[in-house]
């Protein structure tokens, strides 16, 4: 099987910056994709961004396209969330998934086409 380990969340002030990481173990040859999702209190689980292990292709919400940059190290096995400007509406838990299969484009938006996840971090940005 496959376990996530997250990392790197914390209390920060707006237009602050952070790196989330994810570090994975066990079948990792077995990935297809690994995601990142988000959780705010009430809220459903939203897509944020991911990544694809084989080619790099990268996919991200509206919501953080050109402030959150997903990527990958491929010998520490840990792909990394790096988000700048944070704003306080960037408010969650977040969660790295993996996707075992490669399914049809667009797949990665949503949660059920994931096998594993972590366990959560999370990230308050303060007004």
């Known amino acids: 099987q496959v376990q996530l380990v997250e990392s790197g969340g914390g209390l920060v002030q707006t237009g602050d910056s952070l790196r989330l990481s994810c570090a994975a173990s066990?079948?990792?040859?077995?990935?297809?994709?690994t995601g990142w999702f988000r959780q705010a209190p009430g809220k459903a689980r939203d897509f944020v961004a991911a990544?694809?292990?084989?080619?790099?292709?990268?996919y991200y919400a509206d919501s953080v396209k050109g402030r959150f940059t997903i990527s990958r190290d491929n010998a520490k096995n840990t792909v990394y969330l790096q988000m700048i400007d944070l704003k306080p509406e960037d408010t969650a838990v977040y969660y790295c998934?993996?996707?075992?299969?490669?399914?049809?484009?667009?797949?990665?938006?949503?949660?059920?086409?994931?096998?594993?996840w972590g366990q959560g971090t999370q990230v308050t940005v303060s007004s």
């Open positions: 990544i694809k292990m084989g080619d790099t292709r990268t």
């Open positions: 998934a993996a996707k075992v299969s490669g399914g049809s484009a667009g797949s990665y938006k949503y949660t059920y086409n994931y096998n594993y």
């Open positions: 066990g079948r990792t040859f077995s990935i297809y994709a």
